[in-house]
């Protein structure tokens, strides 16, 4: 396993449509004798432009960049949530996106949840079965798993979700900014979680703002920005070149060498 690559993204494009109104100019209002200030449009986004790069076997990647910059579309596309315009991914092994967004049946009860949402990650009903507590006991939620999910607090609803992910074993972790959320002993246990997938040679990609984490948790670093990957190498110099772009420079902690990514 470890004699060969667990992703390669390869050239991927991610475009998306967005319908909306689009803003009239006054001249376009009087030629067109629209009544109001907006018409119905739909424009293309190119969120992810060219991006490659190989990722091995108990690698730890984060990912950064500016808000709207492509990350969490990158991520979504390599778990195939989104569809690639051009390009391709290939896994050795299964991936799973442990994003605090991921969807849960809100009119559902917690129990409910869990077995619907191991199923789903293709975990069998004997499987579901024996890792139930485990998925109770991380997320925390003691007494409300009866309850409807809507009866849940935010912090325990993306507790839940990142527990029952994570419960899968996957062999590729996409993590979007779902250690931020919680109190200290669950981003705790949350990185235990995540460095027991990695000692197992799972492959780990992260995205966060945080750079603590990033410097935590991470051996390599992906830097997207405005849809391509403006650089791609160790910890301390990404993070040393991303701060100085954004007027935040911080001290590098050891010599690193860092490769820059055309386009």
């Known amino acids: 396993m470890a004699d060969r690559p667990s992703l390669i993204v390869d050239d991927v494009h991610v475009t998306y449509r967005t319908y909306g109104g689009r803003r009239l100019t006054a001249r376009?209002?009087?030629?067109w004798h629209t009544i109001g200030r907006?018409?119905?449009a739909v424009d293309k986004v190119r969120a992810v432009r060219g991006i490659s790069f190989v990722a091995d076997h108990g690698e730890s990647i984060g990912v950064i960049g500016h808000n709207g910059s492509?990350?969490?579309t990158l991520?979504?596309?390599i778990a195939g949530v989104l569809p690639t315009e051009s390009g391709a991914v290939y896994a050795d092994g299964t991936a799973s996106l442990l994003g605090v967004n991921a969807a849960l049946m809100r009119d559902l009860t917690g129990e409910r949840n869990i077995v619907l949402g191991g199923l789903a990650l293709g975990q069998t009903p004997t499987q579901v079965e024996e890792r139930f507590d485990e998925v109770v006991d991380f997320a925390g939620i003691g007494d409300f798993l009866q309850l409807p999910m809507r009866a849940y607090s935010s912090g325990m609803g993306s507790r839940l979700r990142f527990a029952i992910?994570?419960?899968a074993r996957p062999d590729i972790v996409m993590i979007d900014e779902a250690l931020s959320t919680g109190d200290a002993e669950f981003r705790r246990r949350s990185r235990e979680r995540v460095d027991q997938i990695r000692s197992e040679a799972g492959t780990v990609l992260l995205v966060s703002h945080s750079m603590s984490t990033i410097r935590s948790m991470c051996d390599r670093v992906l830097w997207v920005d405005g849809g391509r990957l403006r650089l791609d190498g160790q910890v301390d110099e990404v993070l040393e070149a991303y701060a100085e772009a954004t007027g935040r420079p911080v001290a590098r902690r050891t010599p690193a060498r860092s490769r820059a990514v055309a386009g």
Do not use: M, P
Request: cysteine-free; aromatic content about 0%.
């Open 165 to 167: 992910s994570s419960a």
């Open 75 to 77: 991520l979504r596309a």
């Open 70 to 72: 492509g990350k969490s």
């Open 28 to 31: 376009q209002q009087k030629t």
């Open 38 to 40: 907006h018409v119905g």
